[in-house]
């Protein structure tokens, strides 16, 4: 997608400002060049890293930041909510590449996602795969239960974001933040060992 | 359920204690809470939190390994082509590379080879560019134990790959454990994986990702080092992106300041051999995370105790000081901080070296007790090294330098020595620089070739050789310290007859008299240093006053050790009569000359004076400063000696341990005079009953003295005469008599029938054989005994009163009552008079009195 429609460094500037003022419509188009730009990192990086032992879905995204955002031009309201959006491109990245996993797994024609889509450089292995499904589905659950909640899991697990730059990100308090997190992750544990 | 409901209990018990949750719970839930089991999932909620904090955590850190991790499959299958190769078999596969057998496919001739072939495309270009560049460094890596590096590129699909020697072999650590190997092996082994290292950091090349599955060992017990410089390729795209938490190598083989992206340096592969060697040691990985720095090599020494380690046939104390050792070098390879490792492979292998040969460590700070065991159990190895650092040898040299600037007579002569000095350090081993340790004496070696090759000034020369040769001889190298006081002799031969050469020349007589004083020949060193005074005397005026005493000190010296202690008096006190020319000038050779008199005076049997003199001594020691010099520990030595003989043992032993330091400072812990300390050190022990500490002191000195000086030195044979008493005293008549006769013959060789010492051999000889019940043999060795002391002191003197006592109590046993009692009042009457009621020889006398009394009043 990037490849054929370039976006400039100044077009994602824009949209996000409009995303922090409340266009939620710039999430639309801000999304795919994250989700983009967050699996080419995870390849990027993985080749600068070549022999690491650990790896980092938090440096994956603050690469994809410094790559899209110029540096310096973005307070930290706006850097926070780059990172929110961010993360969510991060867990739809994570359960494409676990589907993708399953699906080839099983043998299965996989419907239910294109497989252009479908990231093509993370591997993961069957069990972190399963373990990212039964979370989705579970995270999933408490959107409808609380949809805050959720999306703290998705900034502080899949975005990496620190207690303040999640607080930034939902206009909420850090102590709210940080209770929240709290219960959200004693509710999706209990969730996911229940089924 | 009430979600918010939920989240409002549940958040009001955060930052509570949780054995408050259920009653607190209980008592804020409505009835309609606990209806919807609202309370239950509160309770359930806050439980699980701690649960739920390792599931995230661990799912997170799975997902990060997985992103690591790419294992994009570019596996090759057997019969696959590779370039001019085709794939015989996997044989590893890791996280980053699979690694595969391969043959050579054109047929022409046979070589089997091992491709690794990266599971990560890299950035074409780049590392291109790399292995041209590192190709022809690892091109020329070529050692035993380093598998070759053959080829090494980018496959059309753009992974990079190396193709190397293939080698068969099991990865160190599982061959170690499974063939349980015996401890001399795997040293053998641990060996060449540091050689090969060392050959490569040689090269400049550092390894980088050494750990067992990278060492592998053959059948036929040769290791191989795979991956050797690979990483330095590898890694290298690393640096490019300056990535301050990079971290690079294996996480369990890393070296602390890897975490702080230190580049890979020497300091990092002697860190990750002391890993390897640790879990060969032990069959246990080393977490360094759980020790505090002070406290590792403790936990070391523990785990290799603990372990299943075999030290072969190695038992009891030997055993012990390999533990201690392995664990001291381990702790220093395993140092986190990279300064205080060991600066070079050759260094590690130098002091693995020196634990097979039982020579001290370079790691281990030396105790007394730990040196001394450590020769005690080299006893066969006949090696005398003075290993120093290099600061020691700085010293050495500084100390020479110093003797050239107080004979400076004009300035030519100080630059041509000190040019000469410097020449001979700066052509020293390289490596010494690199602080290696180089032994003094084979860098001396060094300057006595440069020394014979010197030509047209033949007075340096004979200069040099002799302060090379005074050098050689306090380093306890006496006899070639002789050899090059005599090529200095022969140089002055041909010097023309002017009263400066004729000066220099008696004063290597005096350095000659004092070689023969120390080897216990005082008539060669009397007439000796008699020729050094003669002329000395002839010069009068252009010889110091300090030279003088100097001189006639070591005529007082030499007379006492001749058994003429009045003389001995005599003489120093001509020295310090030369010395109080110059009255407003304290100096040294003022203790020598006490010291001197103290020690007359103590063979004088005049005990009070000669404290009196070494107490005096030492308060002009004092005044000159705590500098430990010879005559410092001669002083100590005579006071230790006086202090002894006076019965005050414990303090005699204090002052000796003193001493054994000192000496230990001064001329290293295996010279002669360190070994002499030791050896009154040994006798007051054995004063004190404490046989089995002066027996193994002993024992240690006797094969060291031996091998060093033969059977007839003055040491050798003191040594001996400790032990016969030893023995004696343990009542092992047997081995007493053994010692005994090899010192009554040393004795006579070396100071002729006539010398008190012989007079004490046949003392000995007569107790013994007394014990063993052999009275005929006895009384001959003690009447044999009683006629040469009383040639040489007369009839008062403590000795004689002690052989006079013996001889009463062997005609006790032979029940003659006259002669008995007879004796033993000519013993008691003497002791009196010469030492006083309070001496352990009156006192003895007195006890075999009393034992004795019934049989008399019975008879």
């Known amino acids: 997608m990037t490849e054929n429609n370039p976006v400039s460094s100044s077009e994602i500037t824009t949209y996000l400002h409009e995303f922090s003022n409340g266009n939620k419509k710039a999430l639309d188009m801000l999304f795919p060049i994250v989700y983009d730009e967050l699996q080419k990192g995870a390849h990027h990086l993985r080749k600068q890293f070549f022999n690491l032992d650990t790896f980092n879905t938090t440096a994956i995204v603050h690469e994809a930041y410094l790559k899209l955002i110029q540096a310096g031009s973005f307070d930290v309201k706006s850097r926070s909510h780059f990172f929110f959006i961010a993360a969510k491109a991060m867990r739809q990245v994570l359960i494409n590449a676990s589907l993708r996993k399953q699906t080839l797994k099983r043998g299965e024609n996989p419907l239910k996602v294109e497989m252009k889509d479908i990231d093509n450089n993370i591997h993961l292995s069957d069990q972190t795969a399963e373990d990212l499904l039964m979370l989705n589905d579970a995270l999933k659950k408490l959107e409808i239960q609380d949809e805050r909640q959720a999306q703290i899991v998705e900034c502080r697990f899949f975005g990496g974001m620190t207690i303040e730059e999640t607080a930034i990100a939902l206009d909420i308090s850090p102590a709210t933040v940080k209770r929240s997190w709290n219960m959200a992750k004693a509710w999706l544990y209990i969730e996911l060992n229940e089924q | 359920m009430n979600w918010d409901r939920v989240s409002e209990l549940h958040e009001s018990c955060l930052d509570m204690p949780s054995r408050q949750w259920k009653e607190w719970i209980d008592q804020n839930c409505t009835h309609e809470d606990k209806s919807q089991g609202i309370d239950t999932m509160v309770l359930k909620l806050l439980k699980s939190s701690s649960k739920a904090d390792a599931f995230f955590s661990a799912l997170h850190k799975n997902i990060d390994d997985d992103l690591g991790d790419e294992s994009e499959d570019n596996s090759l299958k057997p019969g696959d082509k590779f370039g001019k190769f085709r794939i015989t078999r996997e044989i590893g596969h890791g996280g980053m590379a699979r690694v595969y057998l391969c043959s050579r496919d054109d047929g022409q001739f046979e070589q089997q080879v091992a491709v690794k072939i990266m599971k990560m495309k890299g950035d074409v270009e780049f590392l291109k560019d790399k292995f041209r560049q590192e190709q022809q460094i690892l091109a020329g890596i070529n050692h035993p134990n380093i598998a070759r590096l053959y080829d090494g590129g980018i496959t059309p699909e753009g992974y990079p790959y190396i193709v190397m020697e293939y080698v068969e072999g099991r990865a160190i650590d599982e061959y170690c454990h499974k063939h349980n190997l015996p401890f001399n092996e795997l ?46 390729v590898i890694f290298s795209q690393e640096k490019e992106v300056q990535k301050e938490d990079a971290f690079s190598g294996t996480l369990k083989y890393a070296a602390p300041e890897q975490f702080s992206s230190a580049p890979p340096s020497v300091e990092s592969d002697i860190y990750k051999l002391g890993l390897v060697f640790y879990n060969l040691l032990t069959n246990k990985h080393y977490d360094y995370t759980r020790m505090e720095e002070q406290d590792k090599e403790k936990e070391i020494l523990k785990t290799i105790k603990d372990s299943s380690l075999k030290l072969g046939a190695t038992r009891g104390l030997k055993e012990k000081l390999i533990r201690e050792d392995l664990a001291a070098i381990l702790s220093r390879c395993l140092a986190t901080d990279p300064s205080l490792r060991f600066m070079s492979v050759s260094e590690l292998l130098h002091d693995l070296q020196n634990m097979l040969r039982m020579y001290p460590l370079h790691s281990r700070k030396a105790t007394l007790g730990y040196s001394l065991a450590k020769r005690y159990l080299r006893n066969k190895k006949k090696v005398w090294l003075v290993t120093f650092f290099n600061l020691a040898l700085l010293v050495v040299l500084v100390f020479w330098i110093s003797q050239f600037i107080q004979t400076i007579k004009e300035k030519e002569r100080a630059e041509y020595l000190l040019a000469f000095v410097f020449d001979i350090f700066e052509s020293a081993d390289p490596e010494l620089r690199q602080g290696e340790t180089v032994t003094v004496v084979e860098l001396l070696e060094n300057s006595i070739e440069k020394i014979d090759s010197i030509e047209n000034r033949p007075e340096f020369q004979a200069e040099l050789y002799h302060s090379t040769g005074m050098i050689l001889t306090r380093l306890g190298e006496w006899e070639r310290g002789n050899d090059l006081y005599h090529k200095a002799l022969e140089v002055f031969e041909i010097l023309p007859d002017k009263p400066e050469y004729q000066i220099d020349m008696a004063h290597l007589y005096r350095d000659i008299a004092a070689y023969y004083r120390n080897l216990g020949e005082p008539a060669l060193a009397d007439s000796i240093i008699s020729r050094t005074l003669e002329i000395y005397t002839a010069n009068s005026s252009q010889v110091s006053s300090a030279d003088k005493a100097k001189a006639w000190n070591i005529k ?74 010879s005559t410092r520990v001669m002083l100590y030595e005579n006071y230790a000696i006086a202090l002894a003989q006076s019965g005050k043992t414990e303090q005699a032993i204090d002052v000796q341990k003193e001493l054994v330091e000192m000496n230990t400072k001064l001329y290293g812990e295996q010279s002669p005079t360190t070994m002499i300390s030791l050896m009154n050190m040994a006798g007051n022990y054995y004063r004190l009953n404490q046989y089995h500490v002066s027996d193994s002191i002993n024992l240690m000195l006797l094969d060291v003295f031996m091998d060093r000086f033969g059977p007839t030195n003055n040491y050798t044979l003191s040594v001996m005469y400790n032990l016969s008493s030893s023995f004696y005293s343990q009542r092992k008549f047997e081995k007493a008599l053994e010692f005994q006769y090899q010192v009554l013959e040393g004795d006579i060789e070396n100071f002729g029938g006539e010398h008190p010492y012989v007079a004490g051999g046949y003392y000995s000889l007569g107790l013994s054989y007394m014990e063993l019940e052999q009275y005929e043999k006895a009384r001959e060795n003690l009447f044999r005994s009683l006629k040469i002391y009383e040639e040489n002191y007369g009839e008062d003197h403590h000795q004689i009163a002690r052989v006079y006592g013996k001889i009463a109590e062997l005609y006790c046993r032979l029940e003659d009552a006259d002669n008995c009692s007879n004796y033993f009042d000519k013993a008691y009457e003497i002791a009196m008079d010469v030492v006083g009621e309070e001496h352990p020889t009156t006192q003895s006398i007195v006890e075999r009195m009393e034992v004795y009394e019934n049989f008399l009043s019975g008879l």
Request: aromatic share 6%.
């Open chain 2, 556 to 629: 007082a010296h030499v007379a006492r050790i001749d058994a003429r202690p009045e003389e001995g008096v005599e003489f120093a006190q001509k020295a310090m009569s030369f010395l109080d020319q110059n009255s407003d000038v304290v100096s040294w050779e003022h203790v020598t000359a006490k010291a001197n008199i103290a020690a007359a005076l103590k063979d004088l049997s005049r005990y009070d004076e000669s404290l009196q003199e070494a107490l005096e001594a030492i308060e002009i020691m004092e005044l000159l400063g705590d500098e430990i010099n």
């Open chain 2, 187 to 232: 040293i053998e082994l641990f060996k060449q994986v540091c050689n090969a290292m060392q050959y490569a950091h040689n090269k400049l090349i550092v390894h980088h990702d050494i750990k067992p599955a990278n060492i592998l060992v053959s059948k036929e017990g040769n290791v191989k080092l795979l991956d050797f410089g690979i990483s330095q």
